[in-house]
């Protein structure tokens, strides 16, 4: 949810801004998916783009399981992996509750409101995290940028999106390593400048770890990472060979392509 998510990879709006959603926020209404998903997000402030879809194309839950988004935003990640899997449930968790409640509106607007709760409240609070069910997956997009080591948004939306405030890094690892079931996977998008504290903070909670690098074009380096762990598991980590976004004229990979626009999934 950090600030680069509003680049020009943003998926187009398809809907001039909307007063009077059921958030309270001016809105507008984008496509992901190639169409499959539409969405409504705030007009300013947080913006998804491609990150929380790449997120999504990491899940391989099976049919009739689980999965929690955890700061999940508007419901991208998780509203993507139930349109792709048909048989996947899921919940989604943001501490905005402005944010919770597009998620919710999302997903009755696409006809997944049966398979997809919303909550509101901190990954911190007990009594938002309990009763949860089975988890066999959980994605997390968290803030990207440590708290003091960035400006503050003037949106407060925007701010809380982008800066962790009082779940660290360390908390969203904890939080989401505890709720997964014994063997189930836990993915993480975020920067690659973070890597190595994310990879040690997953390597005390889980194993099997598998690191994909994301690189904007072929030769650059790679900005964001996908991070997946299985609980209770101890296979050797791997470091595959990087997604790539672009060719050199700027148009998305056949990869990137099937991934972000045909609802393809990414072997990890």
Not at 34 to 58: C, E, F, K, N, S
Not at 93 to 122: M, V
Request: charged share 20%.
């Amino acid at each position: 949810m950090a600030a680069e998510r509003q680049a020009a990879n943003a998926a187009p709006a398809v809907g001039a801004a909307a007063p009077g959603s059921a958030s309270g926020l001016a809105t507008t209404t984008d496509q992901f998916l190639g169409g499959r998903l539409t969405l409504q997000q705030p007009h300013d402030g947080y913006r998804a783009a491609i990150d929380p879809v790449l997120l999504a194309a990491a899940v391989a839950a099976p049919a009739g399981g689980r999965i929690a988004d955890l700061g999940c935003g508007v419901g991208t990640a998780g509203l993507c992996a139930l349109m792709r899997l048909p048989g996947l449930a899921g919940i989604g968790i943001d501490l905005q509750e402005p944010l919770a409640t597009l998620a919710a509106s999302n997903a009755t607007a696409n006809g997944l409101a049966d398979r997809y709760e919303t909550r509101h409240g901190s990954i911190l609070d007990k009594t938002v995290m309990v009763g949860l069910g089975t988890i066999n997956q959980v994605i997390v997009n968290p803030p990207y940028l440590p708290q003091g080591e960035a400006s503050l948004s003037a949106d407060p939306i925007k701010a809380l999106a982008n800066v962790e405030s009082d779940a660290r890094l360390a908390d969203w690892v904890a939080v989401a390593a505890r709720i997964v079931r014994p063997g189930g996977a836990v993915t993480f998008i975020h920067r690659a400048d973070r890597l190595p504290e994310l990879l040690a903070l997953m390597r005390e909670r889980l194993g099997s770890l598998v690191i994909l690098p994301i690189q904007p074009k072929a030769g650059e380096e790679a900005h964001r990472v996908l991070v997946q762990g299985r609980k209770d598991k101890r296979a050797p980590a791997r470091l595959l060979a990087p997604l790539v976004l672009h060719t050199a004229d700027g148009t998305y990979t056949d990869v990137a392509q099937h991934l972000l626009r045909d609802a393809g999934a990414l072997e990890l």
